[in-house]
């Protein structure tokens, strides 16, 4: 008997070789996350992500692997800020947000380490005035980072904004309200998450290590906006921290959702915003930037001489040094590295090298390779490989060929002469 086998494109039945999009996870439970919003009520991250005002003395967390877009999504949520003449301070630990001193009533700040900050007069300057201050902290060693933290949190807790909302970023916090240890800026931070919203003082903490923040910090938030996050232990901290309150199949399709999302995109969090779709939204923080994003990735070059383009291309190499295997992600690439015009991906960003960006957990023995990307890289590696193989054949063919044809020339010239 025959059997009639129907060839159908595969991809009509959704078998596909990549993963799933972050959109496809949630709209599984065919839930609408998109949502109307009014440009002059809102702060608007993105189509999918509006808040009312009053998230300016929220305490929201901001997390993700590093190169996932927090500083990207704070900074819009800043320029937002601005937009609506609210205020804020921004603790810039690498340096990311000093673009944001171009709008009209944000100021920056780069103190150094033989210079000191009369928290005194910068607290008042916040009363008195609208503007918003970034506090470059680039210059200044940890300690004093920590030191000049928790004096601005004791600060600004003593003084009567009179219910003027002033919002505090906080980048890289698990410097400053670390799992292990209590640095000065401790207490301080965790006494502005506890008794900061009745004085209409937001926080925002940003980390990559939800693991590395310390509870006390971590569980006053509302409103957790995470990106792309693949390390176990901070998928762990953040099923923790989820989970009052949140019932176990909400948690996962949570945590599925941070480990699929691309850069920029994130899932939501938020029992107090969102309680109309589930608590959850997942989107792009799709809003364009008004000012330039900081925070540049450093570009690697080899020091070697460069090579012709006749020569054979460098294969890619095994992993081999310390650094090398801090790498957890699929490398990401920064447009402001290049001068040339070469092919751009969707945030045209150039496609050709690679990011190093700071990670601080080097002992971290959690760390996961991305199985996608390895496959990726063998893939190219066993093509490449074909490529080459093939053409040493040609090479060789030619070789034995023209030695031959040598050698019949020599044999019959030697009897001429013979
Ligand atoms: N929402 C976004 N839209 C467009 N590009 C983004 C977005 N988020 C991140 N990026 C790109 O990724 C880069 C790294 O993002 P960033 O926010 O600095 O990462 P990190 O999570 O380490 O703070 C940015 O320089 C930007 O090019
Ligand atoms: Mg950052």
């Known amino acids: 008997?025959?059997?009639?086998?129907?060839?159908?494109?595969?991809?009509?039945?959704?078998?596909?070789?990549?993963d799933l999009a972050l959109d496809d996870v949630f709209k599984l439970d065919g839930a609408v996350h998109e949502h109307e919003y009014n440009e002059n009520e809102a702060i608007i991250m993105g189509n999918n992500f509006a808040f009312p005002l009053d998230i300016a003395y929220e305490k929201i967390f901001i997390g993700g692997k590093t190169g996932s877009g927090k500083s990207y999504a704070a900074g819009v949520m800043m320029e937002e800020f601005s937009r609506h003449g609210l205020q804020f301070v921004c603790f810039d630990a690498l340096d990311a947000h000093s673009g944001l001193h171009t709008l009209q009533n944000v100021e920056c700040i780069s103190p150094r380490e033989d210079e000191t900050v009369n928290l005194i007069k910068l607290v008042k300057n916040?009363?008195?005035?609208?503007?918003?201050?970034?506090?470059?902290?680039?210059?200044?060693?940890?300690?004093?980072?920590?030191?000049?933290?928790?004096d601005y949190c004791e600060t600004l807790l003593a003084e009567d904004f009179e219910g003027k909302p002033v919002m505090t970023f906080l980048e890289e916090c698990q410097d400053f309200v670390p799992q292990m240890g209590k640095p000065f800026s401790f207490s301080p931070i965790v006494r502005l998450c506890k008794l900061g919203r009745g004085k209409g003082l937001g926080a925002?903490?940003?980390?990559?290590?939800?693991?590395?923040?310390?509870?006390?910090?971590?569980?006053?938030?509302?409103?957790?906006?995470?990106?792309?996050?693949?390390?176990?232990?901070?998928?762990?901290?953040?099923?923790?921290?989820?989970?009052?309150?949140?019932?176990k199949e909400t948690i996962k399709k949570i945590l599925s959702g941070i480990s699929y999302s691309g850069p920029g995109e994130?899932?939501?969090?938020?029992?107090?915003?969102?309680?109309?779709?589930?608590?959850?939204?997942?989107?792009?923080?799709?809003?364009?930037?008004?000012?330039?994003?900081g925070g540049k990735n450093i570009e690697v070059k080899?020091?070697?001489?460069?090579?012709?383009?006749?020569?054979?291309?460098?294969?890619?190499?095994?992993?081999?040094?310390?650094?090398?295997?801090?790498?957890?992600?699929?490398?990401?690439?920064?447009?402001?590295?290049?001068?040339?015009?070469?092919?751009?991906?969707?945030?045209?960003?150039?496609?050709?090298?690679?990011?190093?960006?700071?990670?601080?957990?080097?002992?971290?023995t959690s760390l996961q390779w991305d199985p996608s990307y390895g496959q990726e890289t063998q893939e190219l590696e066993t093509e490449t490989d074909n490529?080459?193989?093939?053409?040493?054949?040609?090479?060789?063919?030619?070789?034995?060929?023209?030695t031959g044809i040598y050698l019949i020339t020599r044999g019959i010239a030697k009897k001429k002469t013979e």
């Open 126 to 150: 916040l009363k008195n005035s609208n503007t918003s201050l970034v506090i470059n902290l680039v210059n200044l060693r940890l300690d004093t980072q920590q030191r000049l933290l928790g």
């Open 1 to 18: 008997m025959k059997t009639y086998c129907l060839i159908m494109d595969e991809s009509n039945w959704g078998l596909q070789k990549e």
């Open 302 to 364: 080899s020091q070697l001489a460069p090579i012709s383009s006749n020569t054979f291309q460098s294969q890619p190499q095994p992993v081999e040094s310390k650094s090398d295997l801090l790498f957890t992600e699929k490398p990401h690439f920064e447009a402001s590295d290049f001068n040339s015009e070469n092919e751009l991906n969707e945030y045209g960003e150039e496609i050709s090298t690679y990011e190093t960006d700071y990670y601080d957990d080097r002992n971290d």
């Open 266 to 293: 994130m899932v939501c969090f938020s029992p107090k915003y969102f309680k109309d779709v589930g608590y959850i939204k997942v989107g792009k923080v799709d809003r364009p930037r008004r000012t330039e994003h």
């Open 204 to 247: 925002t903490l940003i980390s990559q290590r939800p693991a590395a923040i310390h509870k006390e910090a971590l569980s006053q938030v509302s409103t957790y906006m995470v990106h792309n996050v693949i390390n176990t232990k901070d998928l762990e901290a953040l099923k923790n921290q989820l989970s009052f309150g949140t019932d």
């Open 387 to 402: 490529k080459n193989s093939n053409s040493m054949k040609a090479v060789a063919a030619v070789g034995l060929f023209s």
